[in-house]
C-alpha cells in the first residue's frame, strides 16, 4: 500500500507530460500609462487635471472636488474721540480685510461704525456713519476694493460692546466693524487619520 501513495503522483505527473506547455511572452505590451503622476489615486491614461492639490478629493478624472463653506472675517478699528479720521495704524488691519476680500471674490464687506454714549444720540449716529465711511472710502480708495462689494452703516452709540459710563467703556466703543459673509468655492480635502472636524 505504502508503494502505491508512491507511485500515485509519479503517474499523475507521467500522464500530463505528453501535452503541449505554452509559454507567454517575456514582455507584455501595455495599452495605457497606468501610472499615478500626481498621487491622487487616478491614473495617467484617466488624468483630466494634472498636478492636483495634495490631499485633495478627486472625481474620476482626477479634478479636485469643491465644496461651499461659509467665512467670516472680524476688523476692529478703534477712532480718537469726536473723530471719524483713521490713524496709520489702522491700515494694517485693512490691508489683512482687503487681502481676505481679494482672495474671496464671492465675499462682501458690511462696515459697522459706532460711537461711544458721549453727547448727542443724533451726533452720535452721523458719526458713526462718518466712521463707518471712512473705513469703506479706504477700501475702495486705497486697497481698489469694489464699491459694489463694500457698505457702510452707521450705529451711533445704540450697539455698546460695553454698556457703562467709563473711559474704558467709552474708548472700547468708538470702533468700527467689519463684518465679511459671502459663500465661497475651496477645494474639499479627503478624510485622513489627522483630520478633525
Known sequence: ???????????????????????????????????????????????????????AAVNNDGCAKDKTVKQSFRLDVKFPNDSAKLIPSNYAKLEQLAAFLEEQDGAVATIEGHASKVGNPTYNLRLSQRRADAVATALIEDFDIPASRVEAVGYGDTVPLIDEDSELAHETNRRVMASLSGEFSVTDMRWTIFTSE
Do not use: F, H, W
Request: aromatic share 2%; hydrophobic share 45%; proline share 4%.
Open 1 to 55: 500500500m505504502n508503494k502505491l501513495v508512491l507511485l500515485l503522483p509519479i503517474l499523475l505527473l507521467a500522464g500530463c507530460a505528453n501535452q503541449e506547455i505554452a509559454t507567454m511572452q517575456d514582455v507584455s505590451p501595455q495599452a495605457n500609462d497606468l501610472r499615478d503622476l500626481d498621487y491622487d489615486g487616478v491614473i495617467k491614461a484617466r488624468e483630466l487635471c494634472g498636478e492636483t492639490l495634495s490631499g
